[in-house]
């Protein structure tokens, strides 16, 4: 955490949390931000600034003067539906025209309680019609924070809903998923977020939506039918009472076949991006974002469709990757992965010796090692299941299955990658030899069962209950410490891990596991 994150927690503890407390409602909100406009509203001398219409919606379209992409950010800005304006959203809006020369479009949409739901929703919509007529919807990415985070999402699934175009790709800042505040950080993060109080979490709805059901997807995306929306990028922080919206959020979209990715911050409050003039973890959170966006919109492909069996032209373009696939063995997870990634692969079979338990000498012809997996994609022949998995999430995840390598938890992703083969795998193997020695291996078990469980409970104590290696998010590197689990259970020696029996189980439920087996043929690791 910077200096100057710890300062900024203090201080919007002191100023705005204690207004909260006093005057516990959303509408407390517009003080607030009006205050802060006269300074958000500043803006750079290379930035053009103009007031369009689209779709009789008043629209900011914020333009760096070197204009680079052909390409459109629509922003939806926050201000819990009652509050905030393209002006007060500038310190985000012009650093994102500006990085991605790219033209920002920040709709200016009715706001609550003047104009309750779905007024504002419906502003979005006839803007968003309007731009794509101007610009093509793969070339838009739309994108919001808190409550434009909802709108960002509640848009989307009326653009689904109404066989209207979709954008390229999404991305959503802390944003409000849920209005009926089921989610559990509402109350375990009520003390640790530094702007919000909990009491205010209930007016969101008399405010903005009186009287209406609180699970209509258009108010809480997260009760949508999200299938088959583009790729969407959730930045959200650890102490938020809103994180929840984020986590169940991305879960949902990443289990119905979307390119989710999810990004916790620690300890950043509630859109820190608004203070990139003083937090660096904005600034770097911008970069990301900017990092998102660069690769959605100048992509042909469309992972979410490619998931869904529709290759995308990038991908038809490209040599198929081939995957020597060892029956029973470590090269299962890559045939996941790449089912995960929507990457099309063929597999070439081998089957284990039946007595040895060896692989085939062909194999030999393809790597000296002769070991699965091993893959060749065009000419680069790639072995070891950890650089395999590297290569592919960084050559055509997208951003996807790693954390970005600016963000915190990227050291901890190698970590974990290097740890299944580096460490964990060591005893287990050791064990599975040794046991062949009958009793005359017997003074080499202590040792050797002392470094699984040393192993084991490391794991066991890192993962959280739901959680993954990374915390809330999916990675490659769950994938890759999988035939850890795996190998470990087939053995026995997974029963006093809760946790990573919970995790293995969930992780062979995800639809891509189930169609890399389907593909793989029978796997003796996956019961
Ligand atoms: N550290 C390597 C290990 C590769 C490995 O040992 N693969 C096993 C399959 S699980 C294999 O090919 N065994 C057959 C043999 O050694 O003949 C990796 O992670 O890729």
Redesign the pocket.
């Known amino acids: 955490m910077s200096l100057q994150l710890y300062a900024m927690n203090l201080l919007l503890r002191y100023q705005i949390k204690r207004r909260f407390k006093k005057a516990p409602d959303v509408m407390t909100l517009r003080p607030v931000m009006e205050a802060q406009e006269p300074i958000s509203a500043k803006l750079p001398a290379e930035i053009v600034q103009q007031q369009i219409e689209l779709g009789g919606v008043t629209v900011e379209k914020l333009t760096a003067k070197a204009v680079a992409s052909e390409g459109a950010v629509f922003y939806i800005h926050g201000g819990g539906w009652v509050a905030g304006s393209p002006r007060t959203h500038r310190p985000l809006t012009w650093r994102l025209a500006t990085k991605l020369g790219m033209p920002v479009y920040a709709v200016d949409y009715r706001l609550a309680p003047e104009h309750p739901f779905p007024a504002g929703l419906d502003d979005c919509l006839a803007a968003y019609r309007a731009l794509i007529e101007k610009v093509p919807p793969s070339s838009i990415v739309i994108g919001g924070d808190s409550a434009g985070g909802n709108l960002t999402l509640a848009l989307a699934l009326r653009l689904k809903a109404e066989n209207i175009p979709l954008p390229a790709a999404l991305f959503c800042l802390s944003p409000a998923t849920d209005l009926a505040a089921t989610g559990s950080t509402i109350h375990t993060n009520a003390k640790a977020d530094a702007l919000f109080v909990e009491e205010m979490m209930h007016t969101l709805e008399p405010r903005y939506a009186p009287g209406a059901d609180l699970r209509n997807p258009f108010l809480s995306p997260l009760y949508g039918d999200v299938a088959g929306l583009p790729p969407t990028l959730f930045q959200v922080g650890d102490t938020e009472m809103l994180l929840d919206d984020s986590v169940r959020m991305a879960q949902k979209m990443q289990a119905a076949g979307v390119a989710a990715k999810l990004d916790v911050w620690p300890k950043v409050p509630h859109v820190w991006h608004l203070m990139a003039d003083i937090l660096p973890e904005a600034r770097r959170a911008i970069d990301d974002l900017v990092a998102f966006i660069r690769v959605h919109v100048h992509s042909a492909g469309h992972p979410s469709l490619e998931a869904a069996g529709t290759p995308s032209i990038a991908a038809r373009q490209t040599p198929m990757i081939k995957v020597h696939h060892?029956n029973n063995?470590?090269?299962q997870r890559i045939l996941w992965l790449l089912e995960e990634l929507g990457v099309p692969y063929e597999i070439v079979p081998y089957q284990?010796d039946a007595v040895t338990n060896?692989?085939p000498p062909e194999?030999k012809d393809i790597h000296p090692l002769?070991?699965?997996?091993v893959i060749s994609d065009g000419d680069l022949v790639v072995?070891?299941?950890?650089a395999i998995i590297e290569y592919l999430v960084r050559k055509y995840g997208q951003g996807r299955l790693m954390p970005a390598e600016s963000s915190p938890d990227f050291v901890r992703y190698l970590q974990w990658m290097h740890f299944a083969?580096g460490s964990a795998?060591l005893p287990l193997l050791l064990a599975l030899y040794v046991g062949r020695l009958g009793d005359a291996g017997a003074p080499l078990h202590p040792r050797i069962f002392g470094e699984i469980a040393n192993h084991l409970s490391y794991m066991n104590g890192a993962i959280e209950k739901g959680g993954y290696l990374l915390g809330h998010e999916f990675s490659a590197a769950d994938i890759q410490n999988s035939f850890v689990l795996e190998a470990a259970k087939l053995r026995g020696f997974l029963k006093d891990y809760p946790n990573l029996l919970d995790l293995l189980a969930r992780l062979q439920a995800r639809p891509a596991y189930r169609r890399a087996l389907e593909r793989g043929g029978p796997y003796a690791f996956a019961s």
Not at 370 to 373: D, E, H, L, Q
Request: hydrophobic share 35%; aromatic share 0%; glycine share 12%.
């Open positions: 060892l063995s470590r090269s284990r060896l692989a194999l002769g070991k699965s997996p072995a070891e299941s950890g083969e795998m």
